[in-house]
């Protein structure tokens, strides 16, 4: 199976990539179940699928931004200043760190579909000022990190716009900020290497059949299965994510993934790096054809 598409003209054409990226969100959430996750069967306390919705279209002009060529950092902070504008927090910040130079390598394709080629190109021309506007984005909600490391105190995301001035003094790029955060970051880890799982994700996606919805529900356990989500190692610890990563690859069809869906959520486990992933991958198959 390639996880690259034919060069060609798909239907983003038509529907546009910020409002493939937009469609991208929405389908992720309404994929069910995706255990451990808001979906349209499950909320969280104080996090329902009702936000969800609300952040991917308040998201929309940042991804418009994105699309019209806007650099990183400004199409971001703008993309999580509108998804945070409902009473949830943070439902997208991830997806948005894929989707974004998603739309943007899309546009430098001239439209085409995106390749690995052309989003490592997006990622890999970042600046310093990129930099500025994530780290600003984490003033906006509340993200789940791990600490960094011995002597990087001052580069802790954390600290927001605070640490703007330590980025500039040595002139860090957002690329190399998630070049060294790919070995703890999974996320960062798309960036560093090419998006190579969200293309697997969108090969999935692509070559199944069935609701679009259900289709990233199964793309969602696929890439459960593959590695230890970063989310749930952070808030758990390495033995549960490798827990809920080999339960993963045990589940072999949904009805089964519905039943443990309602443990993981009970449990308080959110594999939602994996959701981000999933995020991504739709948005390439949304890009290459697939429609809902």
């Known amino acids: 199976m390639s996880d690259e598409p034919s060069v060609g ?15 991208a969100l929405l389908l992720e959430v309404a994929g069910t179940p995706k255990p451990g996750n808001v979906d349209r069967e499950r909320d969280f306390s104080g996090l329902h699928f009702e936000q969800f919705l609300a952040g991917a279209v308040g998201a929309r002009p940042g991804l418009e931004r994105a699309a019209d060529g806007v650099a990183f950092g400004e ?35 001239d439209g085409e579909v995106p390749t690995r080629e052309t989003v490592r190109a997006v990622c890999r021309a970042t ?13 906006l909600v509340d993200v789940a990190v791990t600490d960094p490391p011995a002597g990087m105190e001052p580069l802790d995301v954390r600290r927001g716009a605070a640490a703007v001035p330590t980025l500039r003094e040595r002139e860090v790029t957002l690329w190399d900020l998630m070049r060294d955060s ?3 970051d999974a996320n960062a880890r798309e960036w560093a290497e090419g998006f190579p799982r ?33 989310l749930v190692e952070t808030q758990h610890g ?14 072999d069809d ?19 790096t ?19």
Do not use: K
């Not at 600046?127 to 003033?139: L, N, Q, S």
């Open 9 to 23: 003209r798909g239907p983003e054409t038509e529907r546009g990539p910020a409002a493939n990226a937009e469609l």
């Open 75 to 109: 199409a971001f902070e703008t993309a999580v200043a509108g998804m945070s504008r409902q009473d949830g927090g943070n439902t997208q910040f991830g997806c948005l760190l894929l989707l974004v130079p998603l739309v943007a390598a899309t546009v430098r394709a």
């Open 127 to 139: 600046t310093v000022d990129d930099a500025a506007g994530f780290y600003r984005a984490f003033e």
């Open 182 to 184: 790919a070995d703890h």
């Open 198 to 230: 969200t293309f697997r994700a969108a090969a999935r996606i692509e070559e199944d059949d069935g609701p679009v919805t259900d289709r990233a529900a199964r793309a969602f356990l696929d890439l459960l299965a593959e590695a230890p989500d970063t």
């Open 238 to 251: 390495t033995a549960v994510a490798e827990e809920v990563r080999t339960r993963a690859a045990e589940i």
């Open 254 to 272: 949904l009805a089964a993934a519905r039943e443990w869906a309602d443990d993981l959520v009970d449990r308080g486990i959110n594999p939602g």
């Open 274 to 292: 994996t959701a981000d992933l999933t995020a991504a991958g739709l948005y390439v198959a949304l890009s290459r054809g697939v429609s809902p």
